[in-house]
């Protein structure tokens, strides 16, 4: 398996409030773009990633999936509370999207409204369902799937880690296949790129995922780069 991992500050912003987790030798992957307050959603993010990094520590693939759902809760409750505590970081959250190779499957658990995506055989499905409102009004009826881009509601999440003492996680088992490339982003790389000018530059360096990957920053960044942007490529031999 080849991995890449790259999280760029963008154009716009002060800071970099995503972060992001590779453990190869466990096969665990993580994003999370956090939110809220002066520095709060750098704090959210890095907060869950640690938590969930020491939560699934020396997990078994036999428990991977409750494990991810199990860690996934605990930095909730985790945000949360350091969220409560201090007036600073008041109201702060983070998306989560995580990745477990089981075997021959992927396990994938996502809050927010970072992405999974699968590239197969020249083709780009989106695994993860972004739990934003214009998603909800899209599944309604209320918006129309062109309008979904160019929405003000895009951005207005509908869950996230540390806004609840309660999450909703969405799980998602995907059976992996030799020349599969999964890629995990925050909303920086989506919102920039639709799908099919990803899938070009993946395919486009397929054979060369770091090569592929700082293509699509760059390519986030000559359309404006206005948010961070952090990227897990994973390709599987």
């Not at 190779?101 to 409204?113: M, P, T, Y």
């Amino acid at each position: 398996m080849k991995v890449v991992g790259i999280s760029d500050i963008g154009l716009v912003r002060e800071k970099n409030e995503d972060a992001f987790l590779i453990d190869e030798d466990q096969g665990f992957f993580l994003v999370c773009d956090g939110m809220g307050g002066h520095r709060g959603g750098q704090v959210a993010s890095h907060m869950a990633v640690q938590t969930i990094k020491q939560s699934m520590d020396g997990f078994s693939p036999a428990n991977a999936k409750q494990r991810l759902i199990h860690a996934i809760e605990e930095a909730n409750r985790a945000v949360l509370k350091a969220g409560l505590e201090n007036e600073n970081l008041f109201e702060m959250g983070t998306t989560i999207t995580a990745a477990v190779i089981k075997g021959s499957q992927l396990i994938v658990a996502n809050v927010g409204d970072s992405s999974v995506f699968l590239i197969r055989n020249d083709t780009i499905r989106k695994i993860t369902r972004d739990h934003t409102l214009a998603e909800e009004m899209l599944a309604n009826g209320i918006l129309e799937p062109g309008e979904m881009r160019s929405s003000a509601y895009n951005h207005i999440l509908t869950r996230a880690l540390g806004i609840d003492e309660e999450v909703e996680i969405d799980i998602f088992i995907e059976d992996i296949m030799p020349g599969d490339i999964i890629l995990m982003c925050s909303d920086g790389l989506t919102d920039m790129l639709i799908p099919e000018e990803i899938l070009n530059i993946i395919k486009g360096h397929d054979s060369d995922l770091e090569m592929a990957g700082r293509q699509l920053l760059g390519e986030a960044l000559q359309k404006g780069g206005f948010d961070n942007i952090t990227i897990i490529l994973l390709g599987f031999n």
